[in-house]
C-alpha cells in the first residue's frame, strides 16, 4: 500500500479524461462500503425493482437458464459460448442481465425528467459534459451535440449492446445481441447502428465491414502457414543452411539475425499491439479465441522457425553448399 501511495498520477487532475472499467468496480465497491449492502441486493432494491425491471438482474456468479445463449467470433464464423455464468466481480462495470423491454423501461425513466430513482436533476447532469476534459462524456453516458443523442455501447464475452436517447425528443431505442465483434469477420457495429438510426430517423455513420482489419487477421492468419513452409523448406535446404557456418560475417548474420527479428515480431504481436489498443492479451483472448489463437500461432511458429533454422546449422560440422 505504501509503494501505491508514493506514486504520482500520471496526469493531473482533471486534465485528461479515459474510459475505465475499474472505476466503475471501485464505485461499486463504494456501495457496498457506504450502503452496508452487497451491491447486487443495492441495485436489486433502488433500481431494478421501483422501475418495474422484472425481468433484470444483476451479475451474481451464478448460472441462469433464462439468459440468451452468447456467441464469440471463430474465424468467418461464431461459436455458442460453454456456459452462461454472469461474472460477480465484474457486476459494476456492466453486470446488468435485461431484456430489451426492460431496458426501454429504463430510458424511459432516464428522459422522464421526474425525482424517481434519481432526481431530475441528477439525471439531466449525467447527460451533459462531466468537465472540459471530457466534453462528449457525461456520467455513463457518450453525448453527441450534432445529433442530441446520449448514448453507451456495451460489450461482454458473446455479447454486444447499444442503448440511445435523444432526450429533446423523447425518444430511445436499445439493440441487444448475442454475438461478439471478430477482428473484422461478423461485426456487429454496423447491425447495431444501423437499426439506431433506422429507429431514431438519423443519419447511419456505420461504415460497414472493415476490411483494413479483415486484410490484418486474414494476413495473421496465412502467417504461421507461411512459417511451417519455411520449416520445411529448411529441412529441405539443410546443407546449405549448414556451410553458412563457414561463411563468415555474412553467413554467421544470416543464420542469427532471423532470431531476433521473430522475437521482436512475437513481442510486437503479444505485447506491444494488445498495449496499442489498450486491452490485455488475455482480454482479447477472452473475446476473441481466434483472434488469440493466431496470434499465439503467428508469434510462436516465427520463434520456432528461426530456432529450428539454427538448430539445423549447428547440428553438424558446417558443409559446402
Given amino acids: 500500500m505504501d509503494e501505491l501511495a508514493d506514486e504520482t498520477p500520471a496526469y493531473e487532475p482533471g486534465t485528461r479524461w479515459e474510459y475505465s472499467n475499474t472505476n466503475y468496480q471501485i464505485l461499486g465497491r463504494l456501495v457496498e462500503v457506504i450502503s452496508g449492502r452487497e451491491f447486487q441486493a443495492y441495485v ?13 438482474f444483476v451479475a451474481d456468479g451464478d448460472v441462469h ?13 461464431k461459436l455458442p459460448l460453454p456456459e452462461t455464468a454472469t461474472d460477480r466481480a465484474t457486476a459494476p462495470q456492466g453486470g446488468i442481465v435485461a431484456s430489451a423491454n426492460d431496458l426501454a423501461r429504463y430510458l424511459q425513466v432516464m428522459m422522464n425528467g421526474q425525482d424517481d430513482v434519481l432526481s431530475a436533476e441528477g439525471k439531466a447532469q449525467m447527460m451533459q459534459p462531466a ?31 447499444l442503448a440511445t436517447m435523444i432526450p429533446g425528443e423523447n425518444r430511445a431505442v436499445v439493440v441487444l445481441t448475442n454475438g461478439g465483434s471478430g477482428l473484422g469477420f461478423g461485426d456487429t457495429l454496423p447491425l447495431r447502428s444501423g437499426i439506431t438510426a433506422a429507429a431514431l430517423g438519423l443519419e447511419d455513420a456505420s461504415a ?3 476490411w483494413g482489419a479483415r486484410a490484418l487477421f486474414i494476413g495473421m492468419t496465412l502467417l504461421p502457414i507461411f512459417y511451417l513452409a519455411s520449416i520445411g ?8 543452411i549448414r556451410a553458412k ?13 532471423p532470431l531476433l527479428t521473430t522475437a521482436v515480431a512475437a513481442w510486437v ?6 498495449s496499442l489498443i489498450g486491452s490485455p492479451f488475455s482480454t482479447i483472448n ?16 516465427g520463434v520456432l522457425w528461426a530456432v529450428l533454422r539454427l538448430g539445423i546449422a549447428y547440428a553438424r560440422r558446417p558443409t559446402r553448399a
Wanted: aromatic fraction near 16%; glycine fraction near 12%.
Fill in 44 to 56: 436489486t432494491e433502488h433500481i431494478l425493482e421501483p422501475i418495474g425491471m422484472s425481468s433484470s
Fill in 65 to 77: 437458464d433464462g439468459m440468451a445463449t452468447g456467441h464469440r467470433s471463430w474465424f468467418a464464423t
Fill in 286 to 301: 477472452h473475446f476473441q479465441p481466434d483472434v488469440g489463437l493466431v496470434f499465439i500461432a503467428a508469434a510462436a511458429t
Fill in 208 to 210: 460497414g465491414p472493415d
Fill in 269 to 274: 504481436i503479444l505485447g506491444l499491439i494488445p
Fill in 233 to 240: 523448406w529448411a529441412w529441405r535446404h539443410r546443407a546449405a
Fill in 245 to 257: 557456418r563457414a561463411a563468415g560475417f555474412a553467413g554467421l548474420f544470416s543464420l542469427w539475425f
Fill in 131 to 161: 468537465s472540459a476534459a471530457s466534453p462528449f462524456y457525461g456520467f455513463g453516458w457518450f453525448l453527441d451535440s450534432s445529433d442530441g443523442t446520449v448514448s453507451h455501447s456495451g460489450a461482454s464475452p458473446g455479447f454486444e449492446t
